[in-house]
Every structure is written in structure tokens, then in C-alpha cells.
């Protein structure tokens, strides 16, 4: 019920395409989906995170867009870039705050030119 | 504002050996989490401590500990060391233990490879 579940684990797209990787998961108690990336070499970062109040939201180009009846979320990155090839970890909190987030297991993105 | 840093960036040890991998965290963070990265579990938490307290620990053997200092610095140590050790040891730092949005910042991970 913990588990958070990340598909595909891999993905390729033309330069200029949407990107989009899948989460989902069970336990209704989270309320907090972060999306993080990672380049070799560097820790994760966070992109992009939303509450399961709100249904979709953009900073740039990059969407989360959230439904909570199916207890899924996805990460959509509009225009793909060369520079957004990285590794992309969804990850999910308990409302409590105080418990450490539960991650996917990582979609590796390749944008090809 | 430096980020986390995290010493060393990589460390080859052998079975059976013992290991202490270090961790600061951003200026004013006193919450440090620890992650272990492998390509077949992916983020699996390890432990988080704040103000030098253990607040939570993840389903790993006893073999792994931590520990804060009043600094907020913290270190963790595996001890006799096995291969499936082997893996990217990440930390990450946030102001606060509460809040689910409370966000947290990754150092670069120290590489550990156990021959």
C-alpha cells in the first residue's frame, strides 16, 4: 500500500514531442506527488509537485496532471528537449508530514534530435 | 546559498569491511534524510534525523545506522559491508520534519562500490 508505481521505465521521444510518465498508487493517505529529475552524476531535484486537491499544474513546460478517482498522476513535458534527458522520479508523502516520501522506481528519458 | 555537499563522492571497500559516508546540509536545514539508490529498487529510505533524533527509519538491516550532529551534519555507517551494498547513497536536506510539502534538497550521492 506504500508502493508507488512508475511506468515506463524507459522512453525515448523526438525532439519537440510530449513526454509522459505514468504513476500510480494506493494508499489514499498521501497527499503530497513531487516529481523529481535526475542528470548523472547529480542528486534528484524537484520539478514540479501537487496536491490532490487540484487537478492539473503547469510551471513551464512541464504538467502534473492528477486524478484522484483512478489514484493516478503523470508528468507531461511539452516540447521535449535534448536538455530533458534525465532520469524522472515520482514520488508521493503521508498528509502527516513527518514520514519520508515513497519514490517510483525512475522512468529514464532520452530526447533524440 | 551552498547545497548539500556529501563526502566522499565515491569509496570501493571489500566485504566485510565498515564504512562512514558524511553529509552537510544546506545552512539552516536541520532535517537530513538518507536514500539508497540502486538501478533495480530505485529511492529506498534509510533514516531521517532532526535535531539530532532519529525520526524515522526504513525497512533496513541493523547494519545501517546514522547519526546527527548538533551541527546538523550527519554521517551514516554500514558496517561488514556485503555486494548488494553497492549502490549511490543519497541525502537530502529540508528545514522542518512536519509538512508533507516540505521540501528537500539532494546532495549528489556518495558512489559506494563493495568488492
Known amino acids: 500500500q506504500q508502493q508507488v508505481k512508475q511506468s515506463p521505465q524507459s522512453l525515448i521521444v523526438q525532439k519537440g514531442g510530449i513526454s509522459i510518465i505514468n504513476c500510480a498508487y494506493e494508499?489514499?493517505?498521501?497527499?503530497?506527488f513531487p516529481w523529481y529529475q535526475q542528470f548523472p552524476g547529480k542528486g534528484p531535484a524537484l520539478l514540479i509537485a501537487?496536491?490532490?486537491?487540484?487537478s492539473e499544474k503547469k510551471e513551464g513546460r512541464f504538467t502534473i496532471s492528477f486524478n484522484k478517482s483512478a489514484k493516478q498522476f503523470s508528468l507531461h513535458i511539452m516540447d521535449s528537449q535534448p536538455g530533458d534527458s534525465a532520469t524522472y522520479f515520482c514520488?508521493?508523502?503521508?498528509?502527516?508530514?513527518?514520514?519520508?516520501?515513497?519514490f517510483g522506481k525512475g522512468t529514464r528519458l532520452s530526447v533524440i534530435a | 546559498k551552498a547545497g548539500v555537499t556529501q563526502t566522499p563522492r565515491y569509496l570501493i571497500k571489500t566485504r566485510g569491511q565498515q564504512v562512514t559516508l558524511s553529509c552537510s546540509p544546506i545552512?539552516?536545514?536541520?532535517?537530513v534524510s538518507w536514500y539508497q539508490q540502486t538501478p533495480g529498487q530505485g529511492l529506498q529510505f534509510l533514516f531521517e534525523?532532526?535535531?539530532?533524533?532519529?525520526?524515522n527509519k526504513g525497512n533496513f538491516p541493523g547494519r545501517f545506522s546514522g547519526r546527527q550532529f548538533s551541527n546538523s551534519r550527519s554521517e551514516m555507517n554500514v558496517s561488514t559491508l556485503e555486494l548488494g551494498d553497492s549502490a549511490l547513497y543519497l541525502c537530502?536536506?529540508?528545514?522542518?520534519?512536519?509538512?508533507?510539502?516540505?521540501?528537500?534538497?539532494f546532495g549528489p550521492g556518495t558512489r559506494l562500490t563493495v568488492l
Open positions: 514520488a508521493a508523502r503521508f498528509n502527516s508530514g513527518n514520514t519520508p516520501l515513497v
Open positions: 494508499n489514499t493517505a498521501f497527499d503530497y
Open positions: 537530502a536536506s529540508s528545514m522542518w520534519t512536519s509538512g508533507s510539502d516540505r521540501e528537500q534538497f
Open positions: 545552512s539552516g536545514h536541520r532535517s
Open positions: 534525523y532532526f535535531s539530532e533524533t532519529q525520526r
Open positions: 501537487i496536491r490532490p486537491d487540484v
